[in-house]
């Protein structure tokens, strides 16, 4: 009898096992499958980001490019001017209280209009 005990002891041994490789079979197959279901929505949201850099670049660049056409078509009137002070004053930006974080401009300001009144070689000065 122990002979026939330890064959049922065998077969309910081999049925856990084949349970246990079924098992490790089913969750290997589902973790293959979420695995590819995140592979393709990664691929999904790379491409879309993609597509929204490329588009956030060329606006960008658009934009870019018309304010170095404006800024070209100021320089090249300012370099036709005959007053040289216009274009300093159009370089340097001379507004003042803009915020808190600005650079207190008000001593080159008065240098400035200083010397556009009083230019130092006028009065034979150096």
Do not use: C
Not at 15 to 29: G, H, P, S, V, Y
Not at 50 to 68: I, S, V
Request: charged share 35%; hydrophobic share 35%; glycine share 4%.
């Amino acid at each position: 009898m122990d002979y026939m005990g330890e064959t049922n002891g065998m077969n309910h041994d081999a049925e856990l096992q084949a349970k246990f490789d079924a098992d490790i079979r089913a969750r290997e197959e589902k973790e293959v499958a979420v695995t590819e279901e995140r592979v393709a929505s990664a691929k999904t949201a790379l491409e879309q980001f993609e597509t929204e850099r490329q588009t956030k670049l060329r606006e960008a660049m658009a934009k870019n490019r018309e304010a170095e056409q404006v800024l070209m078509e100021q320089l090249a009137t300012d370099i036709e001017s005959h007053k040289p002070w216009d274009r300093i004053v159009s370089l340097v930006d001379l507004q003042t209280g803009m915020s808190d974080e600005t650079l207190d401009v008000s001593r080159m300001r008065q240098v400035l209009i200083q010397l556009k009144n009083s230019p130092p070689g006028a009065n034979g000065e150096s």
